[in-house]
């Protein structure tokens, strides 16, 4: 299986602050890495997928990048609404495997 | 705009069976795979498995975990996917979600709560 390592677990942030978040696959995965946001109670949104498309109606802010092994998602200038978990999951092959999880707190 | 709603969650004893239906709109369900993830309470999300299109021979993959134990079929004249689950455990007690496409896997449906305890 395919492990995912991502970092860090936890990021304390402030509003217009950039931030981001790390995964690591312990194999190459091409560009097969999907970025979603969970908020408390409700299910996964997807925000990038392929590693670096922008999901429908997810804000700009949001990017992402890498291929083989290291990918980034990056929020350009942090909103209130972005404090969140958000997590990585490779689809390269099965099992599909997520990283940890990164929750994004208020500084 | 695309949806995807589960319903079928329960609780029922360990042992015993519980079928999940996901029912999708805005989009034409028959030309997309489907996949089935999940999120013990507290704990982090778990990919259990998907179906592929009719034009892929609705092919399916499982996850260790519940290979042998779960089914995903669909009935795309309903626009429904669902999830058949047998000889349930109780670590199979989780919200399960659906969602649209096999590598995209997105947008997510809501999720439905499945609990396992005798």
């Known amino acids: 299986d395919i492990q995912m390592t991502q970092s860090p677990s936890s990021l304390s942030a402030s509003v217009g602050d950039r931030v981001t978040i790390t995964c690591r696959a312990s194999q190459s995965i091409s560009t097969n890495l999907n970025w979603y946001q969970q908020k408390p109670g409700k299910a996964p949104d997807l925000l990038i997928f392929?590693?670096?498309s922008l999901q429908s109606g997810v804000p700009s802010r949001f990017s992402g990048s890498g291929s083989g092994t290291d990918f980034t998602l990056t929020i350009s200038s942090l909103q209130h609404e972005d404090f969140a978990s958000y997590h990585c999951?490779?689809?390269?092959?099965?099992?599909?495997?997520f990283g940890q999880g990164t929750k994004l707190e208020v500084k | 705009e695309v949806q995807l709603v589960e319903s079928g969650g329960a609780l029922e004893q360990p042992g015993r069976s519980l079928r999940l239906s996901c029912k999708a709109s805005?989009?034409?369900?028959?030309?997309?795979?489907v996949n089935w993830f999940r999120q013990a309470p507290g704990k982090g999300l778990e990919w259990i498995g998907f179906i592929r299109s009719n034009a892929f021979g609705e092919a399916t993959e499982y996850a260790a975990s519940v290979k042998g134990r779960f089914t995903i079929s669909r009935d795309d004249s309903k626009s429904i996917a669902y999830l058949q689950m047998n000889s349930l455990k109780t670590e199979d007690t989780a919200v399960y979600h659906c969602?649209?496409?096999?590598?995209?896997?997105?947008?997510w449906g809501q999720g439905t709560l499945v609990t396992v305890s005798s």
């Open positions: 969602s649209k496409g096999r590598t995209q896997a997105g947008p």
């Open positions: 805005g989009f034409t369900f028959g030309d997309y795979a």
């Open positions: 392929a590693a670096s």
């Open positions: 999951l490779q689809t390269y092959s099965t099992p599909y495997t």
